[in-house]
Nanobody
Framework: QVQLVESGGGLVQPGGSLRLSCVAS????????MGWYRQAPGKERELVTR???????VYADSVKGRFTISRDIAKNTVFLQMNSLKPEDTAVYLC?????????WGKGTLVTVSS
């Protein structure tokens, strides 16, 4: 079992930045993959970014060049740095971990981009 707790969401103006954090209840050293998804009101959940244990990283086209995923293994934490935010980035952002074939989700943190 892995519990995931996200934080760092909030209200930000267009062009601003936010850094999301996801703390896992156990070591993330051996996870198969970890990443961030988002779900906007009335829309399906979509992949934002994901990195695998061998270092491969993918980003949605809509966030390439603006968002960066990183992790601190010692702190069991994965981060999402979001720059140049746009109103269309407004969504609940959810942390995702795949460990030994099991998929775990956090409850999400709300990001609202508005002036």
């Amino acid at each position: 079992q892995v519990q995931l707790v996200e934080s760092g969401g909030g209200l930000v103006q267009p062009g601003g930045s936010l850094r999301l954090s996801c703390v896992a209840s156990r070591s993330i050293f051996s996870v198969n993959s970890m990443g961030w998804y988002r779900q906007a009101p009335g829309k399906e959940r979509e992949l934002v970014t994901r990195c695998t244990s061998n270092g491969d990283t993918v980003y949605a086209d809509s966030v390439k060049g603006r968002f960066t995923i990183s992790r601190d293994i010692a702190k069991n934490t994965v981060f999402l740095q979001m720059n140049s935010l746009k109103p269309e980035d407004t969504a609940v952002y959810l942390c995702n971990v795949v460990l030994y074939g099991m998929v775990y989700w956090g409850k999400g943190t709300l990001v609202t981009v508005s002036s």
